[in-house]
């Protein structure tokens, strides 16, 4: 009996071109094809495809094992670059002996295999930069492959009986203890336990017993587009958690009052293109199989990760709203405080003109009169006597009098806050 194999690993790889007619995965996916065309940019593209002459696990497999061994590259809508290995291998039912499955299994969960003499990190590089993909390296990710991944077990024909409870568990949780029952719970999606077949969900490892092919290319391409989802929401979280780590402790004052809007914008702009990245990352088409694709994101925790990302972008924008109101108040005070400085500028500065202009009434006002009362030739203008003399007294009172008329007016308004000022004193 041939069981099917499949690792899909989250890489470090973007791939940033469009869906086309020549990116449609080379799949059997029978009446859903025209589903594929229909949603083909918002689903996984294909970039490369390739049968895998070389394969060697670390686990040796005995003589006439191994059938066949195919490599494949998927960009999501994200951009995000998955890498999956489908092994074919020629092995017990797995109600007669499910440990060499096991053990298959173990070696695909860790990438323990070689590939044309390459390990799968180095020959994802090799084909990755083939398509123009781009190595997009994030602080932390230090590891050649990322955490990211998910392996398929396609066992048994449609018809054949389905194996027990016991031979379900020993396939999936082996014998690591982060992936006994307590650690990874099976879900069990309705739709594809009917009858004669089965399907058991865990965050790592699912086990397909006795579907058809296109509905097993179907539940593989889904698989693809979940592990990218979950690398693109960790790596949401950890540079969301960088940006805000790297302004506290660079940018973030201190002192009361202090912060200023051009500290905020970095940080705004880069949590903004982070949640946007996000939304783009969450909206996807269901693959018709609404409850293996359900019950697969369930396994992996998606939602709940999708709402965690969703409510600390929430209160990083209700903490950035409340810096920015400071800000604003903080600009508002000090443009009002400008406005009130140049208003008292602007009327100290009339205050002067007004003194200028009245000091020059003072004078030019009463010397004008005098001078026009002297120049006329009137029988009250004397040549025999001097302009001094107090034959003109009158004549100098009016005009000292109506020198004083704008001195009054420029004076009147102070008048009584200077009284004022005097009686508290």
């Not at 059938?67 to 291998?89: E, I, K, M, N, R």
């Not at 499910?98 to 003499?117: C, R, V």
């Not at 500028?345 to 205050?351: F, N, P, Y």
């Not at 107090?390 to 020198?403: E, F, K, P, Q």
């Amino acid at each position: 009996m041939t069981t099917r194999i499949i690792g899909i690993y989250a890489t470090k790889w973007r791939h940033h071109e469009p869906a086309t007619e020549d990116t449609r995965p080379t799949l059997e996916l029978g009446r859903l094809t025209e589903f594929y065309d229909f949603y083909r940019d918002q689903l996984p593209r294909q970039l490369h495809h390739e049968p895998v002459a070389r394969f060697v696990l670390d686990q040796p497999l005995p003589d006439g094992t191994l059938v066949d061994v195919q490599f494949w590259l998927f960009a999501l809508p994200s951009d995000s670059v998955v890498a999956a290995v489908t092994l074919d291998l020629r092995l017990p039912a797995l109600d007669t002996d499910a440990a060499p499955t096991s053990a298959a299994l173990e070696a695909f969960i860790y990438a323990g295999f070689t590939i044309d003499g390459l390990l799968l990190s180095d020959h994802i590089a090799l084909r990755a930069a083939a398509t123009g993909a781009e190595e997009l390296t994030l602080p932390g990710e230090t590891l050649p492959l990322l955490p990211e991944r998910h392996m398929i077990v396609f066992a048994g024909e449609p018809g054949d009986p389905l194996p027990t409870d016991d031979v379900v568990a020993q396939a999936l949780y082996r014998r690591d203890p982060p992936y006994r029952q307590e650690f990874a719970p099976v879900v069990r999606p309705p739709e594809l336990n009917q009858g004669r077949t089965l399907g058991a969900i865990t965050p790592y490892a699912s086990l397909l017993y006795g579907h058809e092919d296109f509905l097993r290319d179907s539940i593989f391409l889904s698989t693809v587009q979940a592990v990218g989802t979950a690398c693109r929401f960790r790596q949401i979280w950890h540079e969301a958690h960088r940006r805000v780590r790297d302004f506290r402790h660079n940018q973030q004052r201190e002192e009361i009052g202090t912060q200023q809007r051009a500290d905020m914008e970095v940080l705004v702009d880069h949590l903004g293109n982070l949640e946007f990245d996000l939304t783009f990352s969450v909206e996807f088409p269901l693959m018709r199989i609404e409850s293996f694709f359900s019950a697969l994101y369930q396994a992996m925790d998606l939602p709940k990760q999708a709402d965690t990302l969703s409510d600390m972008f929430a209160q990083l924008a209700g903490s950035i709203r409340s810096e920015i109101m400071a800000i604003d108040i903080r600009e508002r005070e000090v443009a009002e405080r400008a406005a009130r400085e140049r208003r008292d500028a602007d009327l100290r500065q009339q205050r002067r003109n007004a003194l200028a202009a009245s000091t020059v009434t003072i004078i030019a006002v009463p010397t004008t009169l005098l001078v026009s009362f002297f120049g006329i030739n009137a029988s009250q203008v004397d040549g025999n006597r001097s302009m001094f003399d107090h034959h003109y007294l009158g004549a100098y009172v009016v005009a000292i009098g109506l020198a004083l008329i704008p001195a009054a007016v420029w004076l009147h308004p102070y008048i009584p806050s200077l009284w004022r000022r005097r009686r508290r004193r």
